[in-house]
């Protein structure tokens, strides 16, 4: 009997994770996130996390060490603060709530660190996603916190 258990247990698929798990490698968190919490199309998880998230990691490799360094440790910090704000907020607020914990990832992650021309590459990747107001609103609060930081 014992062996018939064991035999079941080895071969019978394991139950797939329920919560997504944050990396600093992949994108794949955003995907998980969209399976567990549909907002669709236009929803952040689809909108904005996931091709942003993608969009670095593809070009990775085209940005200073430094930077390179930089795009790991934020990628990890977007996924984890914004699983934390995403339990229990609907679709239509979680774009405000995400956006607003990404400046913080920014400083504590070390953008302002960043050579000027670095920071200045990196906005440039995030140009499509000046059609929003948050996310000129998330630009200026960035510049304000890096501008504090050294008076």
């Avoid at 079941?8 to 994108?27: G, K």
């Avoid at 990890?76 to 607020?93: H, I, P």
Wanted: hydrophobic share 35%.
């Amino acid at each position: 009997m014992l062996r018939y258990l064991i035999l079941l247990f080895l071969f019978t698929p394991t139950i797939a994770q329920a919560t997504c798990v944050p990396s600093d490698q992949s994108c794949d968190f955003y995907a998980c996130k969209e399976r567990e919490h549909a907002c669709g199309k236009k929803g952040y998880w689809q909108d904005f996390g996931y091709p942003y998230c993608q969009k670095f990691l593809k070009d990775e490799a085209r940005f200073s060490k430094d930077s390179q360094i930089w795009l790991q440790d934020v990628r990890y910090c977007l996924q984890v603060r914004v699983q934390e704000v995403a339990d229990g907020t609907s679709c239509n607020n979680l774009h405000t709530q995400a956006m607003d914990s990404h400046v913080s990832c920014y400083v504590d992650t070390g953008f302002c660190d960043l050579t000027y021309m670095e920071q200045v590459k990196i906005y440039w990747y995030l140009k499509g996603a000046l059609r929003s107001a948050d996310t000129w609103r998330e630009a200026y609060l960035l510049k304000q916190a890096c501008a504090n930081r050294f008076n």
